[in-house]
């Protein structure tokens, strides 16, 4: 975990984040029920809404107990700044990027979803954990997971027709 982040901008995205999750709530509860499926579609993304809300009140507790980043330590270095911070904000630009192209691609449907959101997760995970040899196959094995998993539980399960080929 990166401890070099300050903990205002950790509350901030996560306040933001419980914002956005709760206009999408408050968006969904006018949603018909289904006709063809039992669930209706206002559950998936009231669920998904609610689940990011609990993540992001457990990133503000985790933040709000974290010291402060430009508090020193006892011998004077001032803590959470270092080098890094121009290094995590490149990766971060990329890591938008991707997704950028991920859409893009996706948009295009040049492949399955499966296919697209594998590679993606290949490329962005891979990208963030510095490419290491030795998480290479973690990597792979949960892009492969996630991106056949999606497409199987949405097309198979929600019956929703996925972007893509």
Not at 38 to 64: E, H, M, Y
Not at 104 to 121: D, E, K, P
Request: aromatic content about 6%.
């Amino acid at each position: 975990m990166i401890e070099s982040v300050d903990r205002r901008v950790d509350i901030a995205v996560a306040l933001g984040l419980i914002v956005i999750c709760a206009i999408a709530l408050f968006g969904t509860r006018d949603l018909p029920p289904g006709t063809f499926e039992p669930l209706g579609s206002a559950p998936v993304p009231q669920a998904t809404a609610a689940i990011i809300i609990a993540l992001c009140t457990i990133v503000i507790a985790r933040a709000s107990r974290r010291p402060h980043a430009n508090s020193r330590a006892p011998d004077g270095v001032i803590a959470g700044k270092d080098d890094s911070d121009k290094a995590n904000a490149g990766r971060a630009v990329i890591t938008v990027l991707l997704t950028i192209g991920y859409i893009a691609t996706i948009h295009m449907r040049l492949a399955t979803f499966a296919v697209l959101t594998t590679v993606y997760l290949v490329l962005t995970i891979g990208w963030l954990s510095r490419f290491k040899p030795h998480l290479l196959p973690a990597i792979a094995a949960t892009a492969l997971v996630v991106g056949f998993g999606c497409q199987f539980i949405f097309t198979r399960v929600f019956i929703v027709d996925l972007p893509g080929l």
